[in-house]
């Protein structure tokens, strides 16, 4: 069973930067997608951002069009941990971030393509 833990969350000003940390536990597969959702409150989950590994092609990213150019996804596939840098933070960036795998390299941005989930990790970004 893959577990995952978030760390890295806190409070910052607009216009600030966080790195947020997920921690990935359990048996290692030759291909498998890691990312982020958040939950802002009155909103639906959504996606943020993932990144794909496998032993054949190596990393790929995607990024949702409301944080490209803004945060940055990247892997450590010895240590399995997946690491979201968060610049330019906006108010509406505000949300608790969720850290989510899967096993394959496949893309989706639907929360039903993912099987495993961390508790979340609060991220307050004041104006």
């Known amino acids: 069973q893959v577990q995952l833990v978030e760390s890295g969350g806190g409070l910052v000003q607009a216009g600030g930067s966080l790195r947020l940390f997920c921690a990935a536990s359990?048996?290692?597969?030759?291909?498998?997608?890691m990312g982020w959702f958040r939950h802002a409150p009155g909103k639906e989950r959504e996606f943020v951002s993932a990144?794909?590994?496998?032993?054949?092609?190596?990393?790929?990213?995607y990024y949702a069009d409301s944080v490209k150019g803004r945060f940055t996804i990247s892997m450590d596939n010895a240590k399995k941990t997946v690491v979201l840098q968060m610049n330019s933070l906006k108010p509406e960036d505000t949300a608790v971030y969720y850290c989510?795998?899967?096993?394959?390299?496949?893309?989706?941005?639907?929360?039903?393509?993912?099987?495993?989930w961390g508790q979340g990790t609060q991220v307050t970004v004041s104006s």
């Open positions: 359990g048996p290692t597969f030759s291909s498998y997608t």
């Open positions: 990144i794909s590994w496998s032993s054949w092609s190596g990393d790929r990213t």
């Open positions: 989510t795998a899967r096993i394959g390299t496949g893309l989706t941005t639907s929360i039903t393509g993912y099987n495993y």
